[in-house]
């Protein structure tokens, strides 16, 4: 039983632990929240299993990943890369001015 | 004048209103965007055959080298999550990866490792008219005895039970609570659906009506069986590397595998579950035995750390104590289990039904011919059960490891018509 969805957190309940997320079709549905509290806020992207959020996945965890595959893979991967880490840092910039 | 202060003062909270909305829709574009990329990574994972081609051909050179580095013509890479055999199934895997490399399923389905005594006592519960809440597999988990008439949920609710098909525990809860009748909550799975659980415990929102069969297994110690196992047969290919569950280990943290590693001397990567994240764990396994190295790497670091989820470990240990527990078709594990603590009883389904636990040397479970034991464990390949696709299919499962999505069988009888050819061709030689 591995099998994990990735989704948006819209809404956090700290008090409850639970979250309202957004598995990308626009539904908002309810989840239980399994890690830290302070991992799980509006906006980030998380791994949800069986109605519980397991990670966090966001762009720093992204980045990580991408590095982890330079690293890895040499040259062949970083052509993808860049194409991620511009949009990537779009998204920061849009973010960036949210507060 | 009053008429234009009037346009004015609407004109204004058109304007406000508008801007508000411009806020939310380019925070949520952020979002959104933010979503947008890593879905193109997953995309990217899951699609990118330049990509998958490259790390092939590398998987390809470094193989040359491990079977010199380590004397072995062939060797085995077991998986220990059904999400990655069915990645490894579904995609193809085992015909890109170099003959000689087999990669074999172990213990990844919980459903598959649950006793039948356990579903023999909910059928009991069912059929006595309380509320009974499943997975979707559980739903369709066969039991060896007959109970009443029933030998799964399903069965039971043909007979007129209230079995209920949930997706999860927050569903069940939400349920219960309309309701207010007798109900319990099967709660099967491993590590990764454990906190969920404990934190419908501490936030007290588990319902008075509602409680919780806690038949949460931990994976590590059934590595260690299967690797154990794989050493009492030496005429098999040895298992020299090991795929570690994704998201068992986001919330155990990597370092769970650390005594597999150190103990076995085998390389250990934790792995995504899109293809390439598959493909470049193997490149990784082979790497390290080139290195004539053993150690816990992640590949799937976008969503897991060493150390885990130290707060949902916590929740764990406070809600959950530690037995020794029994896996269907194999016996007893020592500290393998998860059940309630004595303090959180008024929770427990084992405490208020008076639900008895599995005694030691209890009779086989498993259905007569079955070979889910040996499957789960990498001793035997589905397509060497006699009972596969001829009397268990995955519309008429008879065998745990058929019911289950994240079952060998299940995956093999959908997605697997290469793996069946191989053994087919395999058998005839």
Redesign the interface.
Same mark, same amino acid.
């Given at each position: 039983m591995c099998i994990g969805t990735p989704a948006i957190i819209l809404d956090v309940d700290y008090g409850n632990m639970t979250a309202t997320v957004d598995y990308g079709d626009g539904v908002p549905r309810s989840v239980l929240i399994g890690i830290s509290e302070e991992k799980v806020k509006r906006g980030d992207i998380v791994v949800v299993h069986a109605g519980v959020v397991v990670s966090r996945m966001s762009e720093d965890e992204i980045l990580e990943q991408i590095r982890f595959f330079k690293e890895a893979l040499g040259e062949e991967f970083v052509s993808i890369a860049s194409t991620y880490i511009s949009l990537l840092e779009k998204s920061r910039v849009i973010k960036g001015n949210e507060v | 004048m009053y008429r234009s202060l009037e346009v004015s003062v609407k004109l204004w909270h058109v304007f406000n209103l508008l801007s508000k909305v411009v806020f939310v829709v380019?925070?949520r574009? =952020?979002?959104?965007? =933010? %979503?947008?990329? %890593? !879905?193109?990574?997953?995309s990217?994972l899951r699609y @990118?055959r330049?990509?998958a081609s490259?790390?092939v051909k590398?998987i390809g050179e470094y193989w040359e080298l491990c079977r010199r580095a380590v004397w072995e013509e062939k060797l085995k890479v077991m998986d220990f999550?059904?999400?990655?055999e069915?990645t490894i199934t579904h995609y193809g895997i085992r015909g890109l990866v170099p003959e000689g490399l087999e990669l074999v399923a172990g213990p990844?389905?919980?459903?598959c490792v649950t006793p039948s005594h356990y579903v023999e006592e909910l059928l009991k519960l069912a059929l006595d008219g309380l509320v009974i809440y499943a997975?979707g597999d559980v739903y369709r988990l066969r039991a060896h005895k007959d109970v009443r008439g029933a030998r799964s949920l399903s069965d039971a609710r043909a007979l007129g039970a209230d079995v209920r098909v949930v997706?999860?525990? $927050?569903?069940a809860i !939400?349920d219960a609570v309309k309701h207010g009748k007798p109900s319990v909550f099967a709660g099967?799975? %491993?590590e990764?659906?454990?906190?969920?659980y404990?934190?419908?415990i $501490?936030?007290a929102?588990l319902p008075g009506n509602l409680k919780l069969l806690s038949l949460v297994k931990l994976t590590p110690p059934a590595m260690f069986y299967s690797l154990e196992v794989s050493r009492e047969k030496p005429i098999e290919p040895p298992i020299m590397g090991v795929i570690a569950? =994704?998201?068992?280990s986001?919330?155990t943290g990597a370092k769970a595998w650390e005594p597999v590693a150190e103990n076995y001397e085998i390389p250990v990567v934790v792995s995504g %579950?899109e293809p390439v994240d598959v493909l470049?764990s193997i $490149?990784?396994i082979l790497k390290q035995l080139v290195r004539g190295e053993h150690k816990v790497t992640i590949?799937?670091? !976008?969503?897991?750390t060493w150390h885990g @989820? $130290?707060?949902?470990q916590n929740?764990i240990m406070r809600v959950f104590e530690v037995i020794d527990d029994a896996w269907r078709g194999i016996g007893f594990l020592p500290k393998s289990g998860l059940r309630l603590r004595e303090r959180y009883k008024k929770h427990d389904a084992f405490y208020e039904y008076g639900i008895s636990e599995l005694k030691a040397g209890g009779e086989n479970d498993m259905p007569a011919g079955c070979r889910c034991a040996e499957i789960v464990l990498g001793k035997a390949y589905p397509s060497q059960c006699p009972l596969f696709l001829k009397t268990c299919t995955p519309q008429k499962p008879v065998g745990p490891c058929m019911v289950s999505s994240?079952g060998t069988c299940a995956i093999w009888a959908k997605y697997g018509s290469r793996e069946l050819l191989v053994r087919l061709a395999h058998e005839l030689k």
């Open positions: - | 380019a925070s574009v =952020g979002v959104y965007l =933010g %979503f947008k990329v %890593f !879905r193109e990574l997953e990217a @990118d330049e990509l490259a790390i590398k999550c059904g999400t990655h069915w990844g389905c919980p459903v997975y997706p999860d525990i $927050l569903t !939400r099967i799975g %491993f990764t659906v454990a906190p969920g404990a934190q419908a $501490l936030k929102h569950p =994704g998201h068992v986001t919330i %579950f470049i $490149l990784e590949e799937y670091v !976008r969503a897991v @989820d $130290l707060s949902a929740s994240e």
